[in-house]
C-alpha cells in the first residue's frame, strides 16, 4: 500500500531536521535558476557533493548562462570537466545547451516535457530541475532517496529491479502529492540530504533519524540489509602502455589522439594507448603500434613512468613509455580507429582536454623530468 507521507506527522519533524541540518548553503541551492540546477545536477550523477563543489564553480564562472556555454568550443567545455569523469555528460550538456538555444531561444525550458527531451537528462533529472528550480510537485529517485525509501519499506527486493523501481518511484510521488505537499522543492531536498547525511549506506545513524517511528527496516532490524546488495563488482587486472612519441629528439612535440565519442574517455585527447595481452613490453610492441597507428618507425623507446589506476570494472596498471621517430615525418590524420591524430607542442599540452593519467603525463612533460631507467 502507498499512503501519503506527507499526512504523517513525523514529514514535520523532517521539516524541523532540514532546518537544522539541510545543506541550504550548496551554491547550486542559493541560486536556484534552472541552468544553475541543471548544471550541479548533471555534475552530481555518480558524483559526491565535495567533489563537484570546485568544478560548479569554475564553470558558472566560464560559462555563466546557457548562451555562454551554448556558444563555447565542445573541447572547453571538456577541458573544465577534465577529472570529473564519465565525461559523456559534458558533451551532453553542451549539445543540450545548443538546443535550448535553438528550440527554445535560449530560455530554459519550463515545461517537464520539454526538460526531459534535452540530451542527458532523465527522469531523476528532469524531476530535480523541476523541483528544484521551479518547486513544481515532481518526485526524485536518486541513490540517497532510493536507499531511504528502501528502508522506510523495508524493500526486500534488489532496488534496480523493475518492480522495485516502479514502488520506489510511487512513494517519491505521495512524498510531493499535490493534495499535500506545500514544497516539493524543500520536501525532496530534505529526503535528499536526510539520504545523503544520515541514513547512509553502510552506517545509518537511525537514533538521530526523524523518520524513526515511520521506517520498517528499522523496526524489524533490517537497516544492514536493505537496501539489497546489488550483484557483486568482480575487477579485472589489466595491463596498459601509454606512448609518448616525440616527433624527434628535440622533445618539442608529442603526438595526442583524441578518443572516439563512444570510448571511456570520449572527448578528450590522450596519449596513444593500448591494452598488453603478454606479460613485456618491448622495442617491437612499441614500435608495431606506432606503425599500424601514426604510420611512423620508431628509433628509441624509454619508460618513463608507471600508473595504477582505476577505471570502471579495471584495475589498470599502466607503464607510460617515451618513443623517439626514426624520422620526423607526417603522421596519419587519423588512426585505424577513425580517432584524429595530432602533434601538439608540449607547452599547449594544456590546452587540451585529457584524461586523467593522460593530464599526469603532460605534467611530467611540462616539468621537464625525464626518469628514463629502462631503454627496450
Ligand atoms: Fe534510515 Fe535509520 Fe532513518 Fe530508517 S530510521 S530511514 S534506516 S536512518
Known amino acids: 500500500m502507498i499512503f501519503s507521507w506527507t499526512q504523517q506527522t513525523f514529514v514535520r519533524d523532517l521539516f524541523d531536521w532540514f532546518e537544522i541540518y539541510g545543506r541550504e548553503h550548496l551554491p547550486w541551492r542559493v541560486d536556484r535558476a534552472p541552468y544553475n ?9 555518480q558524483t559526491q557533493v565535495a567533489k563537484v563543489l570546485d568544478y560548479y564553480s569554475r564553470f558558472l564562472e566560464k560559462f555563466p548562462n546557457v548562451s555562454t556555454l551554448a556558444e563555447a568550443d565542445e573541447e572547453e567545455v571538456l577541458r ?22 535553438e528550440r527554445f531561444g535560449g530560455v530554459f525550458p519550463s515545461r517537464y516535457e520539454d526538460v526531459l527531451s534535452l540530451p542527458g537528462v532523465g527522469r531523476y533529472t528532469a524531476g530535480a530541475i523541476m523541483s528544484f528550480a521551479y518547486d513544481k510537485h515532481y518526485p526524485i529517485l536518486e541513490a540517497n532517496t532510493q536507499r531511504l525509501f528502501s528502508r522506510l519499506i523495508a524493500l526486500r527486493t534488489p532496488t534496480a529491479a523493475s518492480e522495485s523501481q516502479k514502488r520506489l518511484w510511487e512513494i517519491a510521488g505521495s512524498f510531493v502529492s499535490r493534495e499535500t505537499c506545500d514544497s516539493p522543492r524543500i520536501i525532496n531536498t530534505a529526503l535528499m540530504d ?12 537511525c537514533e538521530k533519524c526523524p523518520l524513526q517511528n515511520a ?40 603526438c595526442l589522439v583524441r578518443c572516439k565519442d563512444s570510448g571511456r574517455w570520449g572527448g578528450l585527447w590522450d596519449f596513444p594507448r593500448a591494452v598488453v595481452l603478454g606479460d613485456e613490453v618491448d622495442f617491437d610492441f612499441a614500435q608495431n603500434f606506432t606503425k599500424n597507428l601514426v604510420g611512423l618507425a620508431l628509433k628509441k623507446v624509454a619508460l618513463l613512468q608507471t600508473f595504477r589506476h582505476g577505471v570502471t570494472k579495471y584495475r589498470i596498471f599502466l607503464e607510460c613509455f617515451e618513443a623517439f621517430c626514426e624520422d620526423a615525418g607526417d603522421i596519419f590524420e587519423k588512426t585505424p580507429e577513425g580517432e584524429c591524430v595530432q602533434w601538439v607542442e608540449v607547452q599547449k599540452l594544456r590546452q587540451f582536454p585529457l584524461s586523467s593519467t593522460g593530464r599526469q603525463i603532460a605534467q611530467i612533460l611540462e616539468s621537464g623530468l625525464d626518469e628514463t631507467s629502462k631503454i627496450c
Open 80 to 101: 573544465l570537466w577534465e577529472g570529473l569523469g564519465y565525461y559523456r555528460r559534458a558533451r551532453q550538456l553542451h549539445a543540450a545547451a545548443r538546443q535550448i538555444v
Open 37 to 45: 540546477v541543471w548544471v550541479s545536477e548533471i555534475m552530481l550523477q
Open 215 to 254: 521506517c520498517e527496516a528499522f523496526k524489524k532490524d533490517l537497516t544492514k540489509q536493505i537496501p539489497v546488495a546489488k550483484k557483486k563488482v568482480f575487477y579485472e587486472n589489466r595491463h596498459e602502455i601509454a606512448l609518448v612519441i616525440w616527433e624527434n629528439a628535440q622533445k618539442k612535440r608529442v
Open 194 to 205: 536526510l539520504g545523503s547525511l544520515i541514513c547512509t549506506p553502510n552506517a545509518p545513524q
